[in-house]
């Protein structure tokens, strides 16, 4: 699962491959942008710990992997 996180005041927006279900990632999200959680806490496939301010999170994108295509050939 693909996750990107904006976050307010930094110009990059920040990327990780998660092995978390889409609804846990959400859930996570909710709980941070609701104040029942002071940070946002996600794991990425590495087993990193990407740990961000619930008030400082400015949009999140929650989709599916991209599959990378090796080679030449058309579109």
């Known amino acids: 699962m693909e996750v990107k996180i904006g976050v307010q005041h930094t ?3 920040i990327v990780l491959e ?3 279900s889409a609804e846990e990632v959400e859930r996570a999200v909710s709980d941070a942008l609701a104040g029942k959680a002071q940070l946002l806490s996600l794991r990425d496939d590495k087993g ?10 400015a949009y999140v994108e929650i989709g599916e992997s991209a599959t990378r295509k090796v080679g030449f050939g058309a579109l």
Do not use: A, N, W
Not at 48 to 57: C, E, N
């Open 48 to 57: 990193r710990t990407v740990l961000i301010p619930g008030d400082r999170i």
């Open 11 to 13: 110009p990059r927006e």
């Open 18 to 20: 998660s092995g978390q």
